[in-house]
């Protein structure tokens, strides 16, 4: 059972969050945290003894003793460039005194502290959220909205589809120049068939030439030889 103390602290808190909460900074971080410790099931009791010491009882771990705070940081929230509905994040480091040193390095001590120290601030209830309460919001973000559905694929898997899209214009291009360079060997191999065939006719033209100066050249020399007997018959 948690003691009436902690009853009226989470009442308070209540009361005068709706004043506190209405920036990101370190006090209503502090008031929010509070107001969250006070809300786990495990519990007891925190009441306040001095600036930022608490009396603290915790039945899961468990603990009855000091915790103090001693430390608090607000930070703008990354978002990669699209928008969330949360601004800032805030953490609250705190030490629990007398806390038994083997507890300080067990996996149960961390696992309890994860859900004790972040807080996300949200601009649309102008309030604190524990991670929770953040997480499923992000979830329910990308289930009902396509864009940031494509957003976390983009994310995911862009630099592949990225790379992929690459490959196959690489691939494309590399096929047309193949295809291209196939065609113009193709015709060059024409030509110069062609080329060869015209030295062909050429080389059997220059022959047919050749022999019809030969014998040209013997019928001009028979006629040279009529000619001679001609004249000398004449001279007889």
Do not use: C
Not at 24 to 48: D, F, K, M, Y
Not at 60 to 88: K, M, Q, W
Not at 159 to 182: D, P
């Amino acid at each position: 059972m948690r003691t009436t103390a902690v009853i009226f602290i989470a009442l308070a808190l209540v009361l005068v969050a709706p004043a506190a909460a209405a920036e990101a900074n370190r006090e209503s971080l502090i008031e929010a945290w509070e107001a969250h410790i006070v809300s786990q099931p495990g519990t007891t009791r925190l009441e306040a003894t001095g600036d930022g010491v608490y009396q603290f009882a915790d039945s899961d771990l468990p603990y009855d003793g000091e915790l103090r705070i001693v430390g608090a940081l607000v930070r703008p929230a990354e978002s990669a460039g699209y928008e969330t509905g949360y601004s800032h994040v805030g953490m609250v480091d705190f030490r629990l005194a007398e806390l038994p040193e083997d507890h300080l390095s067990s996996q149960v001590y961390y696992y309890w502290l994860s859900d004790r120290q972040t807080l996300h601030y949200s601009t649309a209830e102008q309030r604190w959220v524990d991670t929770a309460t953040f997480q499923q919001s992000i979830s329910n973000m990308y289930s009902d909205d396509t864009s940031y559905s494509a957003l976390t694929f983009m994310l995911n898997y862009g630099i592949w589809v990225l790379l992929i899209g690459l490959l196959v214009f690489v691939f494309i291009t590399v096929a047309r120049q193949s295809k291209k360079a196939r065609s113009l060997l193709d015709d060059s191999e024409a030509i110069n068939e062609k080329a060869k065939q015209n030295i062909d006719r050429a080389e059997k033209l220059q022959d047919e030439l050749l022999t019809i100066a030969r014998e040209t050249r013997d019928l001009q020399s028979q006629n040279n030889d009529l000619l001679r007997k001609m004249l000398d018959a004449l001279q007889k």
